[in-house]
């Protein structure tokens, strides 16, 4: 006869661990795989059709701020893109400029400007 060994599912938290029990808990599994880890941390979730998510971005972010490490939460999954203070000529001739750039500035739909070349740079100047 052969015995059976019954392994005990290990159970997932229904609210994902933080601090010290989330430290505690990453280092007790640091043999399994961080997709795993997360998952048995309690960095889950369900999407809208029902399937399980393991939730790495929520899991790293957790273990950061339980080290101690700050994140500036401004940038965080701030997906637009940034102003790179730069332009380009289209083929047509047209130089487009984003509205980035009129929003730091302030401007309003109907606000014109004065073109003033120069040697290697062209300067807008608001008419008043």
Do not use: W
Not at 68 to 73: A, R, S, T, Y
């Amino acid at each position: 006869m052969s015995k059976v060994d019954s392994v005990a599912e290990p159970t997932i938290p229904t609210t994902p661990l933080t601090g010290k029990a989330l430290l505690q808990k990453v280092k007790e599994l640091s043999h399994l795989a961080k997709r795993e880890t997360a998952t048995q941390c309690g960095y889950v979730k369900t999407t809208k059709a029902g399937v399980t998510r393991t939730d790495l971005s929520g899991f790293y972010d957790a273990v950061l701020t339980a080290k101690g490490v700050k994140l500036d939460e401004t940038s965080r999954d701030n997906r637009g893109k940034t102003a790179t203070y730069k332009a380009t000529v289209h083929k047509n001739g047209q130089l487009l400029i984003g509205a980035a750039y009129t929003k730091e500035m302030g401007l309003k739909e109907g606000d014109t400007f004065s073109i003033k070349l120069g040697y290697k740079h062209i300067h807008l100047v608001q008419d008043n």
